[in-house]
């Protein structure tokens, strides 16, 4: 794996954040970008390496939803006011694998910005999309080259596709998060019924593209995963919020169903914190309003270490 550089930096409120890029062996080689927001640890740093007697801190790695790079959630909400107030390292994985010859299509559903944090088992994707082992091997450079706690300290947040991505990696690597927190998620793509409607993603194409029969399906699936736990498993899930504004639940409900979800966990008694926001859809206006509430939800849990 190549070392890590820092393509460029900003300062934003007290810390900087730094868009980086690294060859990534886990996406085939490709040279993949992200972005890490660091408060100031406690002076200002703006270059690597940080020095060894700064301060650390807990992780937050956030996965966007479809369509979206890394920087939409740093650009586009309160992440790194509400980052730096909470003493949280806020890192923004990609969405996909990028560069010439990735495998792609025009919709906005499949192919590049559209991974679902899976790891692809059918061709053409199997050779650059494995965004699950991608989340593993980023969150290890990250620790190697930041001023992290280390991996004990790493919670995870989601928003539609990255919800679905955030609550399946979760729910696999149980001992590996805090906490978790997801924004109206794909909850259950398993269930999700043929839909004419063009406007809205079509789950169904895209799991069937990269994993093949339905079957193969249910290790993404959060609720199915959830069915399938074992007392034990469930036992050892961190806590879990779960946020989703009251319109997409009575328009877009058939693709997101995270109510199933909720009421899985609460047949399997596994907690999840449901908030439902009145007039609230699913848009980064919703990310943006929730953001603060949701990075004190994992600043508890964290501390709690």
């Known amino acids: 794996m190549q070392s890590l550089q820092v393509q460029e930096r900003w300062r934003c409120f007290e810390g900087t954040l730094f868009y980086c890029s690294y060859r990534s062996q886990a996406l085939g080689g490709l040279r993949s970008s ?20 700064c301060e650390e801190f807990p992780v ?11 920087m939409e959630v740093v650009k586009e909400s309160t ?3 509400h980052s730096a107030a909470c003493g949280l390292i806020f890192l923004a994985a990609d969405t996909s694998p990028r560069g010439e010859g990735v495998p792609d299509e025009p919709r906005v559903d499949l192919g590049i910005g559209a991974s679902f944090y899976v790891n692809a088992t059918e061709k053409p994707w199997a050779e650059h999309y494995r965004m699950q082992d991608y989340l593993e091997e980023l969150l290890d450079l990250v620790h190697k080259n930041f001023p992290t706690c280390g991996p004990e300290e790493v919670s995870l947040m989601g928003h539609a596709m990255g919800g679905l991505g955030a609550l399946a990696t979760a729910i696999r690597r149980p001992k ?15 269930a999700i019924p043929e839909l004419s409607e063009k406007s809205v993603p079509d ?6 593209a990269y994993l093949g029969s339905e079957k193969a399906w249910r290790k993404y699936d959060p609720t199915c995963l959830i069915e399938d736990c074992s007392t034990k498993h469930a036992s050892q899930l961190p806590p879990i919020l779960l946020d989703v504004g009251s319109e997409t639940l009575q328009s877009r409900g058939e693709v997101y169903r995270p109510l199933e979800f ?3 966990c609460s047949m399997q008694g596994v907690p999840v914190e449901l908030r439902v926001r ?6 980064h206006f919703f990310v943006t309003s929730v953001m ?3 990075l004190d939800f994992h600043s508890k849990h964290l501390d709690a270490v």
Do not use: K, W
Request: charged letters at 15%; glycine letters at 2%.
């Open 60 to 70: 937050v790695m956030y996965l966007s939803d479809m369509g979206c790079s890394h």
């Open 203 to 208: 789950v169904r194409a895209a799991l069937s």
């Open 79 to 81: 992440a790194l006011e």
């Open 292 to 294: 603060e509430e949701h």
């Open 34 to 53: 992200f972005s890490v927001y660091i408060p100031d640890a406690p002076r200002m740093q703006m270059v690597l390496p940080y020095p060894d007697d």
């Open 262 to 264: 909720v009421n899985t």
């Open 176 to 190: 590996s998060f805090r906490s978790v927190s997801v924004l109206t998620p794909i909850a259950h793509p398993t």
């Open 278 to 283: 009145a007039g609230f859809d699913h848009s």
